[in-house]
């Protein structure tokens, strides 16, 4: 399945959620890219949006290719073989740098808009596709320790394997496509996917929809 853009692809996403509609549930998007989605869900479903900030941690060699990933509070997932073929120090530098720019990234989101708890909620996370599923991971881990009533996860496409492990984490996972053979990557499933800039995260973050 090929999608026009992000915000295609969160309207379609939104009416497989439809059953949250003005419920007590809460979007929390994975920047930058998961953002757009996450706001044509909140607006369809007319509940809040707020973001789970996650940084990837990519190969020295392949940066693109992710083997950790780290939440906004610490919590670290981590591809445990591709760990064992880098340095040590350069990973454990290179989650230092995530996790800080993680706080930071929170900081700079917390100008424009109060954090909102997801305890008790029915957490709604979303990004525009996953590939290895380790951000994911992180935000779900990151999400758990709110408290939540629920947990849901809803992407525009996973790979079929990568679901299965998720589904295992999670209350319901919703996607549009999961394919059994990945083409590599999510922007491959995109007509546009051009790059989603700080400042376009921030205007949809200072709009309302619930």
């Keep these: 399945m090929i999608f026009k853009n992000r915000q295609e692809a969160g309207v379609l996403l939104a009416e497989k959620l439809m059953k949250y509609r003005g419920t007590d549930s809460m979007v929390y998007a994975l920047p930058r890219g998961g953002v757009v989605v996450g706001a044509e869900i909140a607006k369809l479903l007319a509940i809040p949006l707020d973001v789970a900030v996650v940084k990837k941690i990519g190969h020295p060699y392949n940066?693109?290719?992710?083997?950790?990933?780290?939440?906004?509070n610490s919590d670290l997932v981590c591809n445990e073989e591709e760990k064992q073929f880098v340095s040590e120090d350069w990973l454990n530098n290179a989650i230092a740098r995530g996790k800080e720019d993680a706080i930071l990234k929170r900081q700079s989101y917390l100008k424009i808009k109060k954090a909102l708890s997801a305890k008790g909620k029915i957490a709604i996370v979303v990004d525009d596709g996953v590939a290895t599923g380790l951000t994911m991971k992180a935000a779900i881990?990151?999400?758990?320790?709110?408290?939540?009533?629920?947990?849901?996860?809803?992407?525009?496409?996973?790979?079929?394997?990568?679901?299965?492990?998720?589904?295992?984490?999670?209350?319901?996972?919703?996607?549009?496509?999961?394919?059994?053979?990945?083409?590599?990557?999510?922007?491959?499933y995109?007509?546009?996917?051009?790059?989603?800039?700080?400042?376009?995260?921030?205007?949809?973050?200072?709009?309302k929809y619930e």
Aim: net charge negative.
């Design 63 to 72: 940066p693109e290719y992710a083997i950790c990933a780290v939440s906004e």
């Design 190 to 207: 995109y007509l546009n996917f051009s790059q989603v800039n700080d400042d376009e995260v921030e205007r949809i973050l200072s709009e």
């Design 141 to 188: 881990k990151w999400i758990k320790s709110c408290k939540p009533k629920k947990i849901v996860v809803a992407v525009t496409v996973i790979p079929k394997e990568t679901a299965n492990e998720l589904e295992k984490e999670v209350d319901e996972l919703i996607s549009l496509d999961i394919p059994e053979y990945f083409l590599g990557a999510v922007g491959s």
